[in-house]
Nanobody
Framework: QVQLVESGGGLVQAGASLRLSCAASGRAFSSYAMGWFRQAPGKEDDFVASITVSGAYTYYADSVKGRFTISRDNPKNTVYLQMNSLKPEDTAVYFC???????????????WGQGTQVTVSS
């Protein structure tokens, strides 16, 4: 069992940066791939980024590539999402998830956090 808690969201202006954190409880964190998804109001959730167990491989949605960076610190049981050059269209609730593979789709992820709101004003 893994419990995930996101933090770091907030209200920022376009062009600003935020770093989201996802803290995991449980001893199994380092055996799970991690992902970030987001859901804007009235829309389905979208893949943002994912990272393999070791952190050696990362994957990004085209819409965030070059602006967002996913990383993990296994001894600290934490995964991060550094978000730079934020745009109003990045406004959403951001969720982290843990699963057996760094997938771009929801299905393989077994555990989800409660989400953190990111709002980017123009």
């Amino acid at each position: 069992q893994v419990q995930l808690v996101e933090s770091g969201g907030g209200l920022v202006q376009a062009g600003a940066s935020l770093r989201l954190s996802c803290a995991a409880s449980g001893r199994a964190f380092s055996s799970y791939a991690m992902g970030w998804f987001r859901q804007a109001p009235g829309k389905e959730d979208d893949f943002v980024a994912s990272i393999t167990v070791s952190g050696a491989y990362t994957y990004y949605a085209d819409s965030v590539k070059g602006r967002f960076t996913i990383s993990r610190d296994n001894p600290k049981n934490t995964v991060y999402l550094q978000m730079n050059s934020l745009k109003p269209e990045d406004t959403a609730v951001y969720f982290c998830a843990a699963g057996p593979a760094a997938s771009r789709v929801r299905a393989p992820y077994r555990y989800w956090g409660q989400g953190t709101q990111v709002t980017v004003s123009s």
